[in-house]
């Protein structure tokens, strides 16, 4: 018989084998395996209200999980163009099941408190792929915080969201933003409260993906001092020097690419659909998340500039960390 | 306008706890959370919609509003009946009808 107890799914938070620290997407993180690519915070004193126990468990227990738990409805899926999957996400009344090739497999208590992982035998650090772009965002949302579709950088203590269609050139604009001087908050989703009206960002990993190419065009003093790869991407992995503490949103900038233009533009811009567009996880439907989603939408709109970028067709994201670094640095 | 939009002068709006809306710079955003869609209207409709809330009745509404904007009351009560079909048929407001006429 299914049960919607999370107990079933990880144990609680707490016990000798929890030996990891870390911090993302606002979580307070305790872990029973090191995860690549996040920071452990500085002290013992938790890193805000939301905690997460993340426990990596064997592939038996796994399925004995999501057996008991039942009733997985498909949510959302991803698939290659052959057909195949490339992610998977259900729902049961308890818990979040997320998985992926070569990923692993997750449950996700309904309250974001708990993750169950069943990581690769031999995946490296690729699993983490998954954890960042799914399971902690999830489970950051489920803890109340609202998950944008943005990479976001920090300079001068205020963090900076940058929001663009796939194939914009963000990942890369973040990549250059940082040897300028900036630090990583965040590349793809970005983890936001909103508090009497101002927004609060909070850093997650400290890894961007981004063509090797770009990391070619790196000064060569600015260079990562470790990349990485990883089967089947093309893209390089390079470890940034990264946020490690909430900041307030200054500035979000929705980058496009322009072929009509003949000079990079930005421009303020008061138009509220693309950040009603900007959800990361569109899954998550329930009344208080759609809300939420419109209440931080609101906050941004209301109390945050917003620039739209138009990129023209021969500028390289070198070109667009320089115009946007030059405007971050004179902003307010 | 038909009949049965003439009945609708007479009943009153109610904005559904299924449906929120916030205000932004050039629009207010109204989301129905039953369907996740959002709907954009300009700041006169907006204004619309709040004083269609603040009224007993539709047909009242359009008086308020006709003084308002100086504009004679039966041309406003046009605008305002195919609004608030609009609003209906996207299930963003509910009409309850007045006993009292």
Request: with cysteine; aromatic share 6%; glycine share 8%.
């Amino acid at each position: 018989m299914a049960t919607a107890d999370p107990a079933a799914v990880a144990p609680q938070r707490g016990g000798p084998d929890l030996r990891s620290r870390a911090f993302a997407f606002g979580l307070d993180l305790v872990s029973n395996v090191d995860i690549p690519y996040l920071s452990a915070p500085d002290d013992d004193a938790p890193n805000g209200s939301r905690t997460a126990t993340l426990r990596r468990v064997g592939r038996d227990t796994m399925r004995r999980s999501v057996r008991d738990l039942g009733g997985f409805v498909p949510v959302f899926e991803r698939r290659f163009a052959s057909g195949r999957p490339m992610l998977l996400v259900g729902k049961s009344t308890g818990a979040y099941r997320i998985w992926g090739p070569r990923h692993g497999e997750y449950i996700v208590s309904a309250d974001g408190r708990l993750v169950s992982a069943q990581i690769p035998d031999n995946g490296g650090w690729w699993w983490t792929r998954l954890l960042f772009a799914q399971v902690l965002p999830l489970a950051a949302s489920l803890q109340g915080l609202e998950c944008l579709h943005a990479g976001c950088v920090a300079l001068g203590g205020r963090a900076f969201a940058l929001a663009a269609p796939s194939g914009t050139g963000k990942s890369s604009t973040l990549l250059h933003l940082v040897a300028r001087g900036a630090l990583l908050v965040s590349d793809d989703v970005v983890a936001t409260e909103v508090h009497d009206g101002a927004v609060t960002v909070y850093p997650g990993p400290r890894i961007v993906g981004v063509d090797p190419a770009e990391v070619g065009r790196l000064p060569s003093d600015r260079r990562p001092v470790t990349a990485t790869f990883a089967p089947d991407d093309p893209k390089t992995h390079v470890d940034l020097p990264a946020a490690r503490e909430a900041l307030p949103l200054a500035g979000i900038y929705f980058l496009r690419r322009d072929p009509a233009a003949s000079t990079l533009v930005l421009r303020a811009s008061t138009d509220a659909w693309p950040l009603l567009g900007s959800r990361f996880l569109s899954y998550l439907d329930g009344a208080e998340q759609l809300a939420r989603h419109l209440d931080t939408a609101a906050a941004i709109a209301g109390n945050v500039p917003m620039i739209d970028v138009a990129i023209p067709g021969d500028s390289s994201a070198v070109d667009v960390a320089a115009a946007l670094g030059a405007h971050m640095s004179a902003a307010g | 306008m038909t009949m049965e939009e003439r009945d609708l002068l007479d009943c009153s709006v109610v904005v559904p706890k299924n449906v929120v809306y916030r205000e932004f710079a050039h629009e207010t955003v109204i989301l129905n959370l039953d369907t996740g869609k959002y709907h954009g209207i300009n700041r006169t409709a907006a204004r619309m919609l709040d004083v269609l809330q603040q009224s007993p009745t539709i047909r009242v509404a359009a008086e308020s509003l006709a003084e308002e904007y100086a504009q004679p009351v039966d041309r406003i009560e046009t605008d305002l009946v195919a609004f608030c079909a609009g609003l209906l048929e996207r299930e963003l407001i509910a009409v309850v009808e007045r006993g009292d006429g």
